[in-house]
């Protein structure tokens, strides 16, 4: 059998180039490796706490007067608190005896802040050893917490005048 030159030529070439793919070198099978990675966080409990103004009105002495306020309070869900209220700023006050302060006569009027309702339990301060103060576990949502406040009657000598004070709401969470 002839065969022609260029097919003599070509035909060891083609022999070649399939040999040459079939024993090409087959790629070594991939290597994996793992690593778990431990997620963690702590939520601690936070509370805000925010207050609305008490007003008393006007006062003749005649009449006790009883109003109330509410304090907002945002704890983290579960987390306990502890709400309690200054005894102000007034002349020799305490927290059984709030006083408010003249604006220019500086004489005093004095007022109470109750937990439960009006002339009930006295609220002490949270920083006190007290247990007049009040206690919840926080939601998650706000709390609306009231204060009961009662200016009492036959308070004499009445000094015509404007009367504040400033009462502090703590919440210890």
């Known amino acids: 059998m002839k065969f022609s030159h260029a097919i003599q030529t070509a035909m ?18 991939a290597s994996t490796a793992t690593a778990n990675i ?11 706490i925010n207050a609305t ?24 869900q579960g987390g306990t608190y502890t709400i309690g209220l200054s005894a102000g700023g007034g002349k020799n006050a305490t927290t059984t005896t709030r006083s408010m302060t003249g604006a220019t006569n500086k004489a005093s009027l ?10 009930g339990t006295n609220w002490d ?8 103060v009040k206690t ?5 949502s706000t709390d609306s917490i009231t204060v009961y406040g009662v200016l009492p009657t036959g308070q004499t000598p009445l000094v015509a005048d404007s009367y504040s004070d400033t009462i502090t ?5």
């Open 125 to 132: 301060n949270a920083a006190a050893t007290g247990t007049n």
């Open 53 to 76: 103004p008490l007003a008393f009105g006007n006062y003749d002495g005649t009449t006790e007067i009883d109003k109330s306020t509410t304090l907002a309070v945002t704890c983290t």
């Open 12 to 29: 060891p070439a083609a022999i070649l180039g399939c040999l040459t793919l079939g024993f090409a070198p087959i790629p070594a099978a």
């Open 169 to 173: 709401a703590t919440v210890t969470y």
């Open 136 to 140: 919840g576990i926080g939601t998650g």
């Open 38 to 48: 431990t997620v963690s966080a702590t939520v601690l409990t936070a509370c805000t």
């Open 110 to 119: 004095n007022y109470a802040l109750f937990i439960d309702k009006y002339n």
